[in-house]
């Protein structure tokens, strides 16, 4: 279902990132530590995962509101791995965010000292419902499955 009547809110500025390694202090100037970066930056990542995120019809049903938390790994070929559920929403939204996150192209690998390393990402993605406008939703998804 299109997410016409729907505010989704992807808080990627509270992307929280996390290291395997301790430290992160670089040994030289010229090989600082570097975040991953998505192709286009934080703005590109947050068009991708708005425009591939197709709210489910229970979701809907159901008013879910609130933020699902999923976790990655960006690996050191800017590959998304090892996708999953850090915080729970709702099992449907839950799934189709898993979906559009694994969607993802390749990252710019993060660095440390002039190596590729591994990092850890939390992606919270926050649904809200426009009040407003949740009974036309619902009854045109009634419509739907009567058809």
Known sequence: MKKYFLILFLQLFFLSFHVRSQTLTPHSDTCKWEMPRFPGGINAVQKFILDSLHVPDSAILDKVNGTAIISCVIDTDGAVTNIKVF??????????????????????PATKECKNVRVLLSIPIRVEFDKNKYKVLKNKLKKKRNK
């Open 87 to 108: 915080q729970s929403l709702q099992a449907d939204l839950d799934n189709e965010a898993l979906r559009v996150i694994g969607l993802l192209p390749k990252w710019t």
